[in-house]
């Protein structure tokens, strides 16, 4: 019921900045929360950031001040700029639709992922 897309993904040096895209499609797209959750090699998928479809936001402890999520609920879009890229933020990046749940986000669909990878 709902497809997404993820862009902007590459190759940026330590402290740089780069900004991801996720445009979503689908009859259920309205009311839902929109996410990001990323998975480096031989690690767990972890959450990112997230926000309600009421503008709420929700970070990890790892990205607080750091990484900022909005979205454009007209264009069906949900952005994750990301600054002060540290080389441990290098892993694939995941879109997600779903919803909250106690400050963390339950992925209900996923992206196919781009790829962030921080150089020293």
């Known amino acids: 019921q709902v497809q997404l897309v993820e862009s902007g993904g590459g190759l940026v040096q330590a402290g740089g900045s780069l900004r991801l895209s996720c445009a979503a499609s689908?009859?259920?797209?309205?009311?839902?929360?929109m996410g990001w959750f990323r998975q480096a090699p031989e690690k767990e998928r972890e959450f990112v950031a997230a926000?309600?479809?009421?503008?709420?936001?929700y970070y990890a402890d790892s990205v607080q001040g750091r990484f900022t999520i909005s979205r454009d609920n007209a264009k069906k879009t949900v952005y994750l700029q990301m600054n002060s890229l540290k080389p441990e933020d290098t892993a694939v990046y995941y879109c997600?639709?779903?919803?909250?749940?106690?400050?963390?986000?339950?992925?209900?669909?996923w992206g196919q992922g781009t790829q962030v990878t921080v150089s020293s």
């Open positions: 926000m309600r479809w009421s503008g709420t936001t």
């Open positions: 689908g009859r259920t797209f309205s009311g839902y929360a």
């Open positions: 997600a639709v779903g919803w909250i749940n106690i400050g963390t986000m339950v992925p209900q669909y």
